[in-house]
């Protein structure tokens, strides 16, 4: 009986020295809006904070420029990729996961296919096939403003693979031109033509 007065007694003591943890400097437990910490769900988190595979939102993201090249008249051409020399070749690895993202765009399973890409993209980040899947995949899900970007990114990294180069600006052609950009197919068209 003394044992249980005992662990009642410790019992009332740590919930009356948690419940003293939790008021406010006033001794009131409520915290009115404007004083809650940062802590809120949609506060961003900084960078050096967050975990590596954590997903960015949008507004966490730092503005991306678009990298501006010189045509053939040496005027700055802006939305044209800037290339490197050499092309890496593409991964076995990543090689494997492009042709299973190939059977799920032929089974009209883009997200699926997507998240495929996206794990070949880790394996082999500088090959430019890998961003012109990623390209077809977002635009079977019509969103053709990702799928512009991930063909320009694959058009850096063509080097002089001018097969690569020819279906990338290909690529784009059809892109902009879903897309209503009409001068702009035209143009990637015309690259895609001289190569």
């Given at each position: 009986?003394?044992?249980?007065?005992?662990?009642?007694?410790w019992t009332i003591a740590a919930a009356l020295f948690i419940s003293g943890c939790a008021t406010g400097p006033d001794g009131n437990i409520y915290v009115?809006?404007?004083?809650?910490?940062?802590?809120?769900?949609d506060a961003p988190i900084p960078p050096e904070v967050r975990p590596k595979d954590s997903p960015i939102r949008k507004s966490e993201q730092p503005p991306q420029s678009v990298p501006e090249v010189e045509d053939e008249d040496g005027r700055e051409e802006s939305g044209s990729p800037?290339?490197?020399?050499?092309?890496?070749?593409?991964?076995?690895?990543?090689?494997?996961?492009?042709?299973?993202?190939?059977?799920?765009?032929?089974?009209?399973n883009p997200r699926a296919a997507v998240s495929q890409l996206e794990r070949a993209q880790r394996i082999s980040p500088r090959s430019a096939e890998v961003y012109y899947k990623l390209s077809e995949a977002y635009v079977a899900m019509n969103r053709l403003e990702p799928a512009e970007q991930f063909?320009?990114?694959?058009?850096?990294?063509?080097?002089?693979?001018?097969?690569?180069?020819r279906s990338g600006w290909q690529l784009l052609a059809d892109i902009r031109r879903a897309n209503g950009n009409t001068a702009g197919a035209d143009q990637a068209e015309a690259r895609a033509a001289k190569l």
């Amino acid at each position: 009986m003394k044992t249980r007065h005992a662990h009642l007694a410790w019992t009332i003591a740590a919930a009356l020295f948690i419940s003293g943890c939790a008021t406010g400097p006033d001794g009131n437990i409520y915290v009115p809006p404007e004083q809650k910490p940062e802590s809120r769900k949609d506060a961003p988190i900084p960078p050096e904070v967050r975990p590596k595979d954590s997903p960015i939102r949008k507004s966490e993201q730092p503005p991306q420029s678009v990298p501006e090249v010189e045509d053939e008249d040496g005027r700055e051409e802006s939305g044209s990729p800037s290339y490197q020399e050499q092309g890496e070749p593409l991964s076995p690895a990543a090689a494997s996961l492009m042709k299973q993202a190939d059977t799920l765009l032929r089974q009209d399973n883009p997200r699926a296919a997507v998240s495929q890409l996206e794990r070949a993209q880790r394996i082999s980040p500088r090959s430019a096939e890998v961003y012109y899947k990623l390209s077809e995949a977002y635009v079977a899900m019509n969103r053709l403003e990702p799928a512009e970007q991930f063909t320009l990114k694959g058009l850096s990294l063509a080097g002089n693979n001018t097969r690569l180069q020819r279906s990338g600006w290909q690529l784009l052609a059809d892109i902009r031109r879903a897309n209503g950009n009409t001068a702009g197919a035209d143009q990637a068209e015309a690259r895609a033509a001289k190569l």
